[in-house]
Every structure is written in structure tokens, then in C-alpha cells.
């Protein structure tokens, strides 16, 4: 039960547990109230994941509710969005079109070939999602309709290179870096497997 009942865990898990006072605060139209909750919430997502990495707490059951907590919170900032500044939604509706669909593929592509829900936490969305939330907490000073152009882009680039390390190489770890770290690796083993005869021979040598 302790692995269950982390401080990791149950910070992934509060993101679910009071996101509807995010909505319940932005129907009254108590802004204070949502940017104050909004902020810690959303820095709920760097402090799971660095307190698991820092605990030694990482754990699938930890993964798997970052990735769902994650799903709902970053949808619902579209939602926000749409319901304060619907502008922004309207002139990017494009990309936020191309976004949805890449983010649908990255998860019908795993269950396809691997038979479950399956995602990975590459640099890219990783930092895309620091992006997110600051775009919502900027959104209250500046124009965010720029902003989101530049975060949805991102997103695009990110499922898509998710979607390339699932065909390519499989069901790797979920703390993946990016589609070049391995295939660097990759290339890196094959190298080594079938590396030139002199170090075959130095290899040799040293084994007598």
C-alpha cells in the first residue's frame, strides 16, 4: 500500500481530484480564485515526476496516472481557453485540429500494436507541457493567441515523433528522451555488434 499512497502519486492524483474547481471558478467568474488554483495544480505536474526520480518512487501505477491526469488537465486548457479568450481557438483552429489528430493517433497506434494505452514523456512534450501552463497563466496579461499557435505546432511535432519511436522501435521506456537519443543508441549497439576487426582483435588480447 506505501507504493501505492506515494507523494508522487498522490500529487498526480490531486490534479484529477480538483480539476472541477477549475471549472467551478471559471463559471462564477472568480479569476483570482482560478489563477491561484490553476498555478498549483499545474506545478503538480513538475513536482510528481521530479519527487519520483528524486524518491526513487517511480512506479507504472505513477506513469499511468501522470499520463491520465495529464489528458484531462491539458484538455481542459483548451476548454479554458475557448470559454475566456475564444479568438485564440478560432484563429488556431487548424492547428488545434492537427494537434487532436496527432494526439488520437499516439494513442491508437500503441494499442494497435501493443495491445494497451501506452505513452511516452519525451523532452519535447514534456516541454511542451511547461509551455501549456505558462500560456494559461500568461493568458490573463497577454494576447495568447500567438502563444498557442506556437505550443499546438509543438504539440504536432511531439505526437508525431512519439508515433515514429512506436513504429520504429517498439515499446520502449516511457521516460524516452527523444526519436535521435535512440536511435543514437541504436546505432551506437549495432556498431559495437559489428564493430571493425581491430577492435576484435584488441578485444581478443585483452580476454588471454
Known sequence: MRKVFTVPNSLSLSRLVFLPLLYFFLWREQFLFFFITFTILGSTDFFDGYLARRWNQVSRLGKTLDTVADMFFYISVAYFIYHLYPQAIVWNRFFLFAAFGAYGLSFLIPLILFKKMYTLHTRILRSNAVLVYFMMLFS??????????????????????????????????????????????????DWFIDRPPVFKKLNTKQKQ
Open 140 to 189: 490573463f496579461v497577454i494576447n495568447p493567441t500567438p502563444l498557442m499557435s506556437v505550443v499546438l505546432i509543438i504539440f504536432v511535432i511531439g505526437f508525431i515523433e512519439e508515433i515514429l519511436i512506436f513504429i520504429r522501435f517498439g515499446a520502449v521506456d516511457q521516460d524516452t528522451s527523444s526519436y535521435f537519443s535512440l536511435s543514437f543508441e541504436k546505432r551506437l549497439q
